[in-house]
Each structure stands twice: as C-alpha cells, then as structure tokens.
C-alpha cells in the first residue's frame, strides 16, 4: 500500500508539472501573442424576439497561435486571468471592439465586451471605458460591459460605486451566466443591472426537463418585475425560440442565430438570406 502510494504521488507530481508547464507555455505564448498581434475579436449577433431584428454583438476574443492554429479563450482567459496579463488582453479587446462598431454601418448595433472580475479594479476600469468611447467615438449608449457574479462576491463599496459610475456615463452593464454562481439572486438586489444573460447550460436543457423549464420562466418573470432585459444565450434550435419566446424572453444569442464571426460575413449570409 505504501509503494503504491508514493507511485501514485510521483504520478499526481508529474501531472501538475506538466499543467505547470504547459500553463507557463501558455502565459508566455500570451505575452507575445500581445506584442505580435496574434488576437482578433469575432463578434456573435443578439436578436430581438419582438420585432426578429439583430440588436447587437458580443465581442469574443480568438487568439490565432502561428504554429497550434486558434486556440480557444477557454483554455487561455483563465491562464490570462492567474497571470494578470488579462488586464492587457481585456484592454486590448475593449479598444478594439468599441473602435469597430464605431465603424459599423447601422448605428443602431450595440456592441458587449466581456470584463472579467480579474481585469476590473475600481477607480481604474472607469477610466478604461471612457477612454475607449472618446477613442473611438462610440456613443456611450451602444456600449455594454458583461461582467459575472464572481465580481460582486467581494461586493466592495469600489466596486458597486465604479459599476454605477460606467452606468452613469450611459453604458450598459450585464450580468453573464446567469444562474450558474452561488447567489445570483442576491446580487440583483445590489446593484441595478440592466441586462441578465440566462446561462447556456439551463437554455441547452429547455424542453427537456420541466425543472430547468420552470427556472428558465421565473428568471425571465423576475427579469420583467425588475424592468431587466432578458437575453438567452447558446440557442441552438427552434424549439427553444418557441419556449423563450412563450415565457416572454426579449433577446436571444445563439448558434442558430449566428456563430461568433467577423461582422462582414455576418452581413453577407443575411444578405444571401434576404435575397431568398
Ligand atoms: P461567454 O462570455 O459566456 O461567451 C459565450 C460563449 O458561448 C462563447 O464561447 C460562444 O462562442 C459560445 N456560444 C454561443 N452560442 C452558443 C451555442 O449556441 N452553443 C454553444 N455550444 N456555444 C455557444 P467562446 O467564444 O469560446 O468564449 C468562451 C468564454 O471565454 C466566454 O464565455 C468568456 O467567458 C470568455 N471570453 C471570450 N472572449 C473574452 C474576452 O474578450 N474577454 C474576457 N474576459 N473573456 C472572454
Ligand atoms: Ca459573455
Ligand atoms: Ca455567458
Ligand atoms: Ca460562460
């Protein structure tokens, strides 16, 4: 027993070595996929189910390695979030992301930009944002931060005061998976979000199961009582637009809807599709 403990140690020592290991390759890939200009920012469109129009994008990061293809940010946010470079990489996607829908011909789109709770720090992500609308010079209004619960864990004053300072210059915060923390619930109560998104993984068991059906209509109820729009996300067939849509839900995000691409061939497959 004694020997196949320390086997069995030597086995786990070697693991974590090697997820050390590879966590290193990955943070120093980060740093200079920074310097090289190795990211790019695809964009997933949000419809409304009340009049079927696109309402907005949200910005997802892509990170194109030049030898291991595209790697997917949730192999590297993590890493970029332990290692603090997430700061440089979540600036760089706020900037980018403002600057190109600033550009975008319907001035009516809004864009979301994901903040993690690692990159946000009071007194400093305010100035961020607003840099980033004068750079740009996108209307405050079309601007939404995506932040999740993890943030409002430590529920400090700072950062309460900071999420109502980004608010009052105009732009929108959002709650992210939703639903899938401790206390969601609770923190709705704090601080006066403007959007929850419902978490892929109760969307993803819609129709299926009469208990996640019944979570997925009390938040959307919820949602309405508190004058919060409701976006769905990971929408993948019909038949969840048809439960969402019966319980009142006003937005949806989804592979059905689009896969995070660039905004110019969003634009070409909705004009093939309108041609038909
Ligand atoms: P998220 O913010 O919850 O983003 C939604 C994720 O769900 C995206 O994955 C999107 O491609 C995927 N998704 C959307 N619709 C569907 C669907 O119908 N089915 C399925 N199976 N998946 C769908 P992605 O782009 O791989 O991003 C994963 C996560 O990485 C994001 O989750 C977010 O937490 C993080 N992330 C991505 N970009 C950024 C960024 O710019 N900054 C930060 N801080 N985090 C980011
Ligand atoms: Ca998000
Ligand atoms: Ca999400
Ligand atoms: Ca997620």
């Known amino acids: ?47 409304s189910l009340i009049d079927n129009k696109l309402k907005a994008y949200e910005s997802l990061i892509r990170w194109e390695h030049p030898t291991k293809g595209q790697i997917s940010p949730e192999l590297f946010i993590p890493v970029a979030e332990e290692s603090g470079l997430i700061e440089a990489i979540g600036d760089w996607v706020l900037f980018h992301a403002c600057k190109e829908a600033a550009q975008w011909e319907d001035e009516s789109l809004r864009v979301a930009v994901n903040v993690s709770a690692a990159q946000f720090s009071p007194g400093i992500t305010e100035l961020k944002v607003a840099q ?14 995506e932040i999740t619960e993890s ?42 979000f403007d959007k929850i998104k419902i978490d892929r993984s109760f969307i993803k068991n819609l129709g299926k199961d009469t208990g996640t059906d019944a979570i997925v209509t009390s938040i959307i109820g919820l949602g309405r009582s508190l004058d ?43 004009a093939r599709w309108s041609e038909t």
């Open 151 to 192: 943030l409002l864990i430590a529920n400090t004053d700072a950062v309460v005061e900071t999420l109502n300072h980004i608010r009052s210059m105009g732009v929108s915060i959002a709650m992210d998976d939703f639903g899938t923390g401790y206390s969601s619930l609770s923190y709705l109560s704090r601080f006066p």
């Open 1 to 47: 027993a004694k020997l196949s403990g320390r086997s069995q140690f030597a086995w786990y020592t070697a693991e974590m070595d090697s997820d050390a290991q590879k966590r290193k390759e990955i943070e120093d890939g980060l740093t200079k996929a920074l310097r090289l200009d190795q990211f790019e920012v695809l964009f997933q469109p949000q419809y």
């Open 228 to 270: 919060v729009t409701i976006t769905a996300e990971g929408v993948e067939n019909q038949e969840q637009v048809t439960l969402l849509r019966a319980a009142g839900c006003t937005l949806v995000q989804g592979y059905l809807f689009g896969r995070p691409d660039t905004v110019k061939a969003h634009e070409t497959h909705r």
């Open 132 to 145: 980033a609308l004068q750079e740009s010079g996108l209307h405050p209004s079309r601007l939404e931060i």
